[in-house]
T-cell receptor, first 110, second 119 residues
Framework: KQEVTQIPAALSVPEGENLVLNCSFT??????LQWFRQDPGKGLTSLLL?????REQTSGRLNASLDKSSGRSTLYIAASQPGDSATYLC?????????FGQGTELSVKP | GAVVSQHPSWVICKSGTSVKIECRSL??????MFWYRQFPKQSLMLMAT?????????EQGVEKDKFLINHASLTLSTLTVTSAHPEDSSFYIC???????????????FGPGTRLTVT
């Protein structure tokens, strides 16, 4: 059974710092991996989607990598801003379903 | 493109009553829609998968008679929580799987969620 784990569960950093969020999954037979952002009480916003054949995707200050063989993905956020404060979820697509990690709650202090 | 709406955004109901939540894909057709629930400080848990015109497939442990799902068209799915109890209070999120205009890959697009409180 696929399990997705995110570390750390919570992270607080000062504004301007670069940071890395980690995601690991137990079964490497995935179709793709996706990173989402969720603000309190809101739905999910897709940030980056990496197909299983890809190694990384970039969008602005965000860079996500995927190492399928080791079951790991990282989300790199450069020059963090207070507006980046949110919960970040990673999810793998397998068997037509998205399986989510528990999320990392990020707080960026001004 | 790729807008998914949910209605209502929040609802309070009394124990024993039923509540219907709508999920619509506004600018694309979704052959498959998914329903999730999320408890505070927890991740999303898939409840069921629905395909247009067919019965929903429920995840293990989800009561199909309690959570009725109807996928009547390629743009609308509904979740009805029957005989709601306080433990059904949660954040319910739907997603629609499709190919939104201008994009090249199929993805799940998520709605904004519905906060259900059962008193």
């Amino acid at each position: 059974k696929q399990e997705v784990t995110q570390i750390p569960a919570a992270l607080s950093v000062p504004e301007g710092e670069n940071l890395v969020l980690n995601c690991s999954f137990t079964d490497s037979a995935i179709y793709n991996l996706q990173w989402f952002r969720q603000d309190p009480g809101k739905g999910l916003t897709s940030l980056l989607l990496i197909q299983s054949s890809q190694r990384e995707q970039t969008s602005g200050r965000l860079n996500a990598s995927l190492d399928k063989s080791s079951g790991r993905s990282t989300l790199y956020i450069a020059a963090s801003q207070p507006g980046d404060s949110a919960t970040y979820l990673c999810a793998v697509m397998q068997g037509g379903k998205l399986i989510f990690g528990q999320g990392t709650e990020l707080s960026v202090k001004p | 493109g790729a807008v998914v709406s949910q209605h209502p955004s929040w609802v309070i109901c009394k124990s024993g009553t039923s509540v219907k939540i709508e999920c619509r894909s506004l600018d694309f057709q979704a052959t498959t829609m998914f329903w999730y629930r999320q408890f505070p400080k927890q991740s999303l848990m898939l409840m069921a998968t629905s395909n247009e015109g067919s019965k929903a497939t429920y995840e293990q442990g989800v009561e199909k008679d309690k959570f009725l799902i109807n996928h009547a068209s390629l743009t609308l799915s509904t979740l009805t929580v029957t005989s709601a109890h306080p433990e059904d209070s949660s954040f319910y999120i739907c997603s629609a799987y499709g190919l939104a205009g201008g994009l090249t890959s199929y993805e799940q697009y998520f709605g904004p969620g519905t906060r259900l409180t059962v008193t």
